[in-house]
């Protein structure tokens, strides 16, 4: 179960680095990101506490196997482990806010309007 939620947490911090490209990128083109990268921010700091309630879930399984109480231990333990799911989560969800925020800013330049012209109806030849 550790091992998943590394995976999960690397998988938050790489899309986090995915999104700090991507927000690079539209800077570059003279695209307004503060927004963005505060809320950036924010989400980055969910990753870290999502580390963070997995290092106590750790040590508090360690407790819970020298317990000679294992029961009650391992309830305690499956608690924190639901607090880890939660922000796992929260932080999904903080980067999902990201991607959402970053709508129309494009990674390209912008383009200047293109002059549409509406069809001329051909009359029907007999």
């Not at 570059?28 to 879930?57: F, H, M, P, Q, Y």
């Not at 029961?71 to 922000?87: C, D, I, Q, R």
Request: proline share 3%.
């Amino acid at each position: 179960m550790s091992e998943k939620f590394h995976a999960a947490i690397e998988r938050l911090k790489n899309f986090a680095d995915k999104i700090e490209d991507r927000l690079d990128k539209a800077e570059d083109n003279g695209k307004d990101v503060n927004e963005s990268r505060a809320k950036l921010v924010e989400a980055r700091t969910k990753i870290i506490a999502t580390e963070t309630a997995l290092a106590d879930a750790k040590a508090k399984y360690a407790e819970a196997v020298k317990n000679p109480d294992f029961k009650a231990s391992f309830a305690k333990v499956k608690e924190v482990v639901s607090g880890v799911v939660e922000k796992v989560r929260e932080a999904h969800k903080a980067l999902v806010d990201v991607v959402t925020s970053m709508k129309g800013l494009g990674g390209g330049v912008e383009k200047s309007p293109v002059a549409t012209t509406t069809p001329v109806a051909v009359p029907a030849q007999q």
